[in-house]
C-alpha cells in the first residue's frame, strides 16, 4: 500500500533505542531469562526479534532461543491475498513446551497478525506463557489483543499507514506515517 510521507515517527537511533529498552523490560518483567524464547513473525519482525536477542546477549550475558515464524496459512484473510499463497520458513529450533515465548512483530494494529501467530505458535507445542513484543501500536483493534512491550505508540486514523524500514529488509532505517493515496 502506498501513500504520502506525513511524518518520520523515528530514524534509527530511535528504532535502536526502543529495542534496547524492550531488552531490557523483557528480562525485568520476567526476572531474569530463565525460560525465555523469542519468535520474529515474518517479515520485519524476524529482524526486531534478532536484535532483541543481541541485546539481551549482551546485557545478560545468556544466549536464549530465537525462532522466526511464518504465519501465511494462518491468516484469516489469506483467500483475499493470492490464490497462491508464498510460504516461508518456519524455523523453531527447540521446544516451546513450558516455555515463556515473546513474539515480536513491527506494528500491532488490528490484531489479525498476532492471532495467526498464536495458531501458528501453538501448532508447535504449549508454551507455559506467551507475550507480544511490537516497536509500534497503532492502535484499531478488532481483537481483544495488547502489547506487553511497546517501543512506541502512535495514534492514527483509518488513513493513516505506519512504514516500519529496517536495514535487512529495506536498505534504511526509520518508521514513517503515511496518508493512503
Do not use: W
Not at 44 to 57: M, N
Not at 73 to 96: A, C, G, W
Request: neutral net charge; proline residues 4%.
Amino acid at each position: 500500500m502506498k501513500g504520502i510521507q506525513k511524518s518520520k515517527i523515528m530514524d534509527e537511533d530511535g528504532i535502536r533505542r526502543a529495542v534496547t529498552r524492550i531488552a531490557h523490560e523483557i528480562v525485568e518483567k520476567n526476572k531474569g531469562t530463565q525460560g525465555l524464547a523469542l519468535i520474529g513473525i515474518r517479515t520485519r519482525g524476524v529482524p526486531l526479534a534478532e536484535r532483541i536477542h543481541e541485546k539481551i546477549l549482551e546485557f545478560e550475558k545468556v544466549d536464549i532461543p530465537l525462532g522466526l515464524l511464518d504465519i501465511t496459512l494462518y491468516r484469516d484473510d489469506l483467500s483475499t491475498i493470492n490464490v497462491q499463497p508464498i510460504v516461508h520458513e518456519t524455523k523453531v529450533p527447540f521446544t516451546i513446551d513450558g516455555k515463556t515465548v515473546i513474539l515480536v512483530d513491527d506494528v500491532l494494529y488490528t490484531g489479525r497478525t498476532v492471532r495467526a501467530a498464536l495458531d501458528a505458535l501453538i501448532d508447535l507445542g504449549r508454551p507455559q506463557k506467551i507475550q507480544l513484543a511490537v516497536l509500534i501500536d497503532r492502535g484499531h483493534r478488532e481483537l481483544p489483543i495488547r502489547a506487553d512491550y511497546v517501543g512506541k505508540n502512535v495514534p492514527t486514523s483509518n488513513r493513516e499507514i505506519i512504514s516500519v524500514c529496517l536495514g535487512e529488509t529495506d536498505k534504511r532505517e526509520e518508521v514513517l506515517l503515511l496518508e493512503k493515496t
